[in-house]
């Protein structure tokens, strides 16, 4: 496993050495921000929704893009990337020497900690208890950050129109049998169960097929602290799109900031009070030596 | 022949004005085709590159810019400096201007504009924007509370401008710790992209050099705004407080410098500075003109006493941040290529143009100079 550690990280040791001091009161600011705004703690994950896409099995046939159009009435473009249109999309990789190729299924990998609905603003993209990322078009301010959060680049915008919105796969999470692509598929490429489930299927054709896999691993199982779209791959996964990505939930990185803001607030509000205070003081006795002084 | 006197007209609309006017209502213009016929019709944005030029100019640069507002406000009412007073006003005004003009752009950039206010109902405690979101409300009102005595001089009303004096102590201790949070949230969006951002810029400590930058370049719009008064409108600064708040600029320079150089060493990544790629250069000449060439300038005991050079030290400190903070927002940031279009660049440049009116009218206006 050497490429799933990004050298970039390597500075939060730097961070957490310079913040030695701060983190015990970070630690207490800590119970003031809530960890985690969604909901998804409520149904242990292994029991979330998910999906498995086996990448070896995959035939390039397509059913899961019009599968996915129809139900939700999306209408027919010809994109080579996921669009306000598109959810879904397969890929072909091809090395250059033509020996490796693989499909790839994009689609929204409904993270286990979702840096977009980490980074949203007004809550609009939320975890739902069961899995699913989903988003409450209706609270949308339109400020794409859960764009630029987001690792898989997933939130797409409709940018033709005036006042656009975000547009993700929502894992069909209002569908009872759930996502309309898994159910489409003719192949064992998509499946769709519970996490635990599928990680334990997953690791059965590892184990069977020595070899086959690429690190005899999962992608998901652990990336950017987990996902419920798993994949296996006969190829790196890098090769097929995939951002390496360490175990650290991404919004975690921006967890420290956001616990030093209470500090932040009384700190700064209470030294600039002392310093009003003191100046003040010292500013008044000067006055009043210099009256003294002026007195014969 | 009889000679017939002509009446001399005297124009009333200098050339520079009927420039900026132009420029200003070419922002309109533009802007009002995005709100008719969408983002595509004036701008390169694209799924790739969602954030373009309206936040990484307008927001990342515009609200450092006004960050001289809270430094002075502190520096004068809270340190008790009081050789600062006569500069405080026409401060506050240009802070308070460029932050209307930030959240101007931010209404430009945002794709459902009119539900701004959401971010106070529909809040997320965990996303650094909704923080510089409720920050930078909040603080417009700081700012229009700090800044309005002249304007209620100006109209007479003296029993309200009696209230305002009462609370004026507590109001400017909430805007500096506003400023201090905003400024430093803006740092903290881009804490969640260490896959998209060039490891230069990418470090866990991007809000404490949001924060430092923001302060280094509050002060060096001070005294850039007190260089152009005293050119344009005749005021009258003098030197000690030039020399006073250069060095409040180096200080907080070196600081910077001292964080940067840390940071970079301590992660092991500043071999990265010479590795010859666009995004390197880039990072040198951000350091080197806004960071080393002020501190070098001010080093000098005889340039630092020199009011020509001071100015200079502060232009090359502002160009540096402009520098900083669009590197941060388009050069740090991976993606398709991404140059604005050039629509999209007439709504920044409109919004600053209207700015700069906003405050020359204010300057002839209002009573600047405090009783």
């Given at each position: 496993?050497?490429?799933?550690?990004?050298?970039?990280?390597?500075?939060?040791?730097?961070?957490?050495?310079?913040?030695?001091?701060?983190?015990?009161?970070?630690?207490?600011?800590?119970?003031?921000?809530?960890?985690?705004?969604?909901?998804?703690?409520?149904?242990?994950?292994?029991?979330?929704?998910?999906?498995?896409?086996?990448?070896?099995?995959?035939?390039?046939?397509?059913?899961?893009?019009?599968?996915?159009?129809?139900?939700?009435?999306?209408?027919?473009?010809?994109?080579?990337?996921?669009?306000?249109?598109?959810?879904?999309?397969?890929?072909?990789?091809?090395?250059?020497?033509?020996?490796?190729?693989?499909?790839?299924?994009?689609?929204?990998?409904?993270?286990?900690?979702?840096?977009?609905?980490?980074?949203?603003?007004?809550?609009?993209?939320?975890?739902?208890?069961?899995?699913?990322?989903?988003?409450?078009?209706?609270?949308?301010?339109?400020?794409?950050?859960?764009?630029?959060?987001?690792?898989?680049?997933?939130?797409?915008?409709?940018?033709?129109?005036?006042?656009?919105?975000?547009?993700?796969?929502?894992?069909?999470?209002?569908?009872?049998?759930?996502?309309?692509?898994?159910?489409?598929?003719?192949?064992?490429?998509?499946?769709?169960?519970?996490?635990?489930?599928?990680?334990?299927?997953?690791?059965?054709?590892?184990?069977?097929?020595?070899?086959?896999?690429?690190?005899?691993?999962?992608?998901?199982?652990?990336?950017?602290?987990?996902?419920?779209?798993?994949?296996?791959?006969?190829?790196?996964?890098?090769?097929?799109?995939?951002?390496?990505?360490?175990?650290?939930?991404?919004?975690?990185?921006?967890?420290?900031?956001?616990?030093?803001?209470?500090?932040?607030?009384?700190?700064?509000?209470?030294?600039?009070?002392?310093?009003?205070?003191?100046?003040?003081?010292?500013?008044?006795?000067?006055?009043?030596?210099?009256?003294?002084?002026?007195?014969? | 022949?009889?000679?017939?006197?002509?009446?001399?007209?005297?124009?009333?609309?200098?050339?520079?004005?009927?420039?900026?006017?132009?420029?200003?209502?070419?922002?309109?213009?533009?802007?009002?085709?995005?709100?008719?016929?969408?983002?595509?019709?004036?701008?390169?944005?694209?799924?790739?590159?969602?954030?373009?030029?309206?936040?990484?100019?307008?927001?990342?640069?515009?609200?450092p810019?006004?960050a001289?507002?809270?430094?002075?406000?502190?520096?004068?009412?809270?340190?008790?400096?009081?050789?600062?007073?006569?500069?405080?006003?026409?401060?506050?005004?240009?802070?308070?201007?460029?932050?209307?003009?930030?959240?101007?752009?931010?209404?430009?950039?945002?794709?459902?504009?009119?539900?701004?206010?959401?971010?106070?109902?529909?809040?997320?405690?965990?996303?650094?924007?909704?923080?510089?979101?409720?920050?930078?409300?909040?603080?417009?009102?700081?700012?229009?509370?700090?800044?309005?005595?002249?304007?209620?001089?100006?109209?007479?009303?003296?029993?309200?401008?009696?209230?305002?004096?009462?609370?004026?102590?507590?109001?400017?201790?909430?805007?500096?710790?506003?400023s201090t949070?905003?400024q430093s949230s803006l740092g903290?969006?881009?804490?969640?992209?260490?896959?998209?951002?060039?490891?230069?810029?990418?470090?866990?400590?991007?809000p404490l050099i949001f924060l430092v930058s923001a302060i280094?370049?509050?002060?060096?719009?001070?005294?850039?705004?007190?260089?152009?008064?005293?050119?344009?409108?005749?005021?009258?600064?003098?030197?000690?407080?030039?020399?006073?708040?250069?060095?409040?600029?180096?200080?907080?320079?070196?600081?910077?410098?001292?964080?940067?150089?840390?940071?970079?060493?301590?992660?092991?990544?500043?071999?990265?500075?010479?590795?010859?790629?666009?995004?390197?250069?880039?990072?040198?000449?951000?350091?080197?003109?806004?960071?080393?060439?002020?501190?070098?300038?001010?080093?000098?005991?005889?340039?630092?006493?020199?009011?020509?050079?001071?100015?200079?030290?502060?232009?090359?400190?502002?160009?540096?941040?402009?520098?900083?903070?669009?590197?941060?927002?388009?050069?740090?940031?991976?993606?398709?290529?991404?140059?604005?279009?050039?629509?999209?660049?007439?709504?920044?440049?409109?919004?600053?143009?209207?700015?700069?009116?906003?405050?020359?009218?204010?300057?002839?206006?209002?009573?600047?100079?405090?009783?």
């Amino acid at each position: 496993m050497t490429n799933t550690t990004d050298p970039k990280l390597s500075r939060r040791d730097f961070l957490k050495a310079s913040l030695a001091g701060l983190g015990g009161l970070a630690l207490a600011a800590n119970q003031v921000v809530p960890a985690r705004a969604s909901s998804g703690e409520e149904l242990p994950l292994e029991d979330h929704w998910a999906l498995l896409y086996d990448a070896t099995q995959c035939s390039g046939c397509r059913e899961c893009e019009t599968a996915c159009k129809s139900y939700n009435k999306l209408p027919e473009e010809n994109v080579d990337d996921l669009s306000g249109n598109t959810f879904t999309l397969i890929k072909l990789y091809q090395s250059d020497d033509g020996k490796q190729k693989s499909f790839r299924k994009y689609q929204c990998m409904h993270c286990v900690d979702p840096a977009c609905a980490a980074s949203c603003p007004v809550s609009a993209l939320h975890k739902l208890e069961n899995g699913p990322v989903v988003y409450d078009a209706y609270k949308c301010i339109g400020c794409r950050y859960c764009m630029q959060a987001c690792a898989f680049g997933v939130p797409r915008y409709d940018w033709s129109l005036a006042y656009p919105f975000i547009r993700k796969c929502e894992m069909c999470y209002h569908r009872e049998t759930g996502p309309a692509c898994a159910e489409i598929c003719p192949k064992q490429a998509l499946t769709f169960g519970k996490r635990g489930d599928l990680l334990e299927i997953a690791k059965t054709r590892i184990a069977v097929n020595p070899g086959k896999y690429f690190e005899d691993r999962v992608y998901g199982e652990f990336e950017g602290g987990g996902t419920s779209v798993l994949i296996l791959s006969a190829i790196p996964f890098e090769a097929i799109g995939l951002p390496a990505l360490d175990a650290k939930p991404l919004p975690d990185r921006t967890q420290w900031a956001l616990n030093i803001v209470p500090l932040i607030f009384f700190g700064v509000g209470g030294a600039m009070s002392a310093v009003y205070q003191h100046t003040k003081r010292v500013t008044q006795n000067s006055i009043l030596r210099d009256n003294e002084e002026a007195k014969p | 022949m009889t000679n017939i006197t002509l009446p001399i007209v005297k124009r009333q609309v200098s050339l520079g004005t009927a420039i900026l006017m132009g420029l200003a209502a070419l922002g309109a213009f533009a802007a009002l085709f995005r709100f008719v016929d969408g983002f595509s019709k004036i701008s390169n944005l694209s799924d790739s590159r969602p954030w373009g030029i309206w936040i990484s100019f307008d927001l990342l640069v515009g609200v450092p810019i006004s960050a001289g507002a809270f430094i002075l406000a502190a520096t004068v009412h809270i340190f008790h400096m009081d050789k600062y007073r006569p500069i405080l006003r026409p401060t506050l005004l240009t802070g308070f201007l460029g932050y209307f003009m930030v959240i101007l752009a931010l209404l430009v950039d945002l794709g459902q504009p009119q539900r701004i206010w959401h971010i106070i109902i529909y809040q997320n405690l965990q996303s650094p924007l909704f923080l510089v979101g409720m920050c930078e409300m909040i603080y417009l009102i700081v700012l229009l509370l700090e800044f309005s005595p002249p304007v209620l001089e100006k109209l007479g009303w003296t029993t309200l401008l009696q209230y305002l004096r009462k609370i004026s102590i507590p109001v400017v201790i909430l805007g500096v710790t506003l400023s201090t949070m905003h400024q430093s949230s803006l740092g903290s969006l881009f804490l969640i992209v260490p896959f998209k951002m060039h490891p230069l810029w990418y470090t866990p400590l991007l809000p404490l050099i949001f924060l430092v930058s923001a302060i280094s370049v509050g002060f060096g719009m001070v005294l850039f705004e007190c260089a152009v008064s005293h050119q344009v409108f005749g005021g009258n600064v003098r030197k000690d407080i030039f020399e006073g708040l250069a060095k409040g600029m180096l200080i907080s320079l070196g600081i910077l410098l001292l964080i940067k150089l840390g940071d970079l060493i301590a992660a092991g990544e500043l071999g990265r500075v010479i590795e010859g790629s666009f995004q390197s250069a880039m990072y040198l000449l951000e350091n080197f003109v806004g960071i080393i060439l002020p501190i070098a300038i001010l080093l000098i005991p005889k340039l630092r006493k020199d009011i020509a050079w001071i100015f200079r030290a502060a232009l090359l400190t502002v160009i540096g941040l402009v520098i900083a903070r669009l590197n941060i927002g388009l050069v740090s940031m991976a993606g398709v290529p991404y140059v604005p279009h050039i629509l999209e660049l007439a709504v920044t440049v409109g919004l600053f143009s209207a700015g700069i009116l906003a405050f020359g009218y204010a300057m002839k206006n209002l009573p600047l100079e405090e009783a």
